[in-house]
């Protein structure tokens, strides 16, 4: 269960800019924030006028949405973590509901975010407000909840409360086929010809950590990864890591842990080159994945969290690039097997071994044509089709 947490307080959204909209799009990760915008910068072009506002970030804000509240200012990920913060996301949950009933808008799109994002689709439809419950406001989904990985039941009340989904990982299509629920794959935005990635292969750059974007889980991951550079960098001159941070929030967690000189927090932006990787196994292990980067994944969490995991979660792989290819691209060490050792020693094989980085390169590969997008269009076009345009 994941998340985004805001000091307690009175919440109350702005109306609409122009008095009116045509999607509330509601992303509560970094990760649904650059996902969101892409489509919202796609949607813009095909329907010029169209008005759309958000419960996101900064990048949805620069895309052109009316920004109603920052979910991605900090997060938290875990059942423990959630529970602290559960007064909040009950405001969040009653505002969000209040404003959409408000302001009407022609559709609701949910972007991943599962926590919050199944339980307003239950209730626009038990208020009357959704298609589904005899309202007139669609309500679409973006980005599966991993239904595959636990909780599959999910597929059913989906079906009764959402009006179309589009999916950005192919086999996801076939989880939703005992249902009446519409699924489109759409392809993953990573993959789009016009797409940057914030890094690529190297085999001269430095060494990447990637610790994640939640600042619990940074805390927790940050200090193996660094642990694992330092192993691996005793006895080589000259050898640095990069360490790429998406908020000056996680940077505080990053300073906090006092990396040495010979490694550089530096924020996403520019593409970074990396020659091997130590990440945790979110989005950017699929940056990696798909950059042809050679590395490993590493994993703590709260032990209670973890434990609940391991009792709910059925997947043989953390790992997206693992679980698409069906074996260990970045093998994965979790928990008290992130030892310094065990990463220096993955460090040392993707940049050392030249017949790890042919088969990264030639998994890279096959992860592209796994994910491209299909002719029959983008997330915009999708999202384009259920607005009528």
């Known amino acids: 269960m994941t998340m985004s947490a805001t000091p307690p307080g009175t919440l109350r959204f702005p109306p609409p800019a122009g008095g009116r909209v045509d999607v509330l799009i509601i992303a509560g990760e970094h990760s649904g924030d650059e996902h969101a915008a892409r489509m ?3 949607l813009s072009a095909a329907q010029p ?6 419960l996101g970030g900064p990048r949805l804000a620069a895309a052109g949405a009316q920004v109603l509240h920052d979910l991605t200012a900090s997060s938290v990920v875990g059942l423990v973590e959630v529970l602290k913060n559960f007064s909040f996301f009950r405001a969040l949950f009653h505002e969000t509901l209040r404003w959409i009933t408000a302001h009407r808008p022609r559709a609701v799109c ?3 975010y599962p926590g919050l994002n199944l339980r307003l689709a239950a209730a626009l439809r038990a208020r009357g407000l959704g298609v589904k419950g005899g ?3 669609k309500v679409l989904y973006y980005i599966s909840p991993q239904i595959w990985a636990w909780k599959s039941g999910r597929r059913f009340t989906m079906a009764r409360d959402l009006d179309a989904l589009a999916v950005i990982f192919p086999f996801e299509v076939k989880c939703y086929a005992d249902t009446s629920l519409p699924v489109e794959f759409v392809g993953h935005p990573f993959t789009a010809p016009d797409y940057e990635s914030p890094v690529k292969y190297d085999p001269a750059g430095p060494v990447l950590l990637l610790p994640g974007s939640r600042q619990q889980a940074v805390s927790r991951i940050f200090p193996p990864l660094l642990a694992g550079f330092a192993a691996w960098a005793r006895g080589r001159a000259g050898a640095r890591a990069v360490v790429l941070y998406p908020s000056e929030a996680i940077l505080q967690v990053l300073r906090a842990a006092h990396p040495p000189a010979a490694v550089s927090l530096e924020q996403t932006g520019v593409p970074v080159a990396s020659a091997a990787v130590l990440t945790s196994s979110g989005t950017m292990s699929l ?3 798909l950059a042809g980067i050679p590395g490993a994944i590493a994993y703590r969490a709260n032990p209670v969290t973890y434990l609940l995991g391991r009792m709910l979660v059925n997947v043989e792989h953390l790992g997206i690039a693992n679980l698409l290819l069906g074996e260990p691209m970045y093998p994965e060490f979790i928990q008290g097997a992130a030892t310094p050792a065990a990463l220096a020693a993955e460090l040392r094989a993707g940049v050392d071994d030249p017949v790890r980085r042919e088969r990264t390169a030639a998994q890279a590969g096959r992860l592209r044509m796994l994910l ?3 002719a029959g269009g983008t997330a915009a076009d999708w999202l384009a089709r259920q607005l009528g345009g």
Not at 49 to 54: L, Q
């Open 49 to 54: 006028g169209v008005t759309v506002a958000a």
């Open 287 to 289: 940056h990696c994945a």
């Open 372 to 374: 491209a997008q299909p």
């Open 135 to 137: 309202g007139q406001i």
């Open 110 to 112: 949910l972007v991943d």
């Open 40 to 42: 919202v910068r796609g």
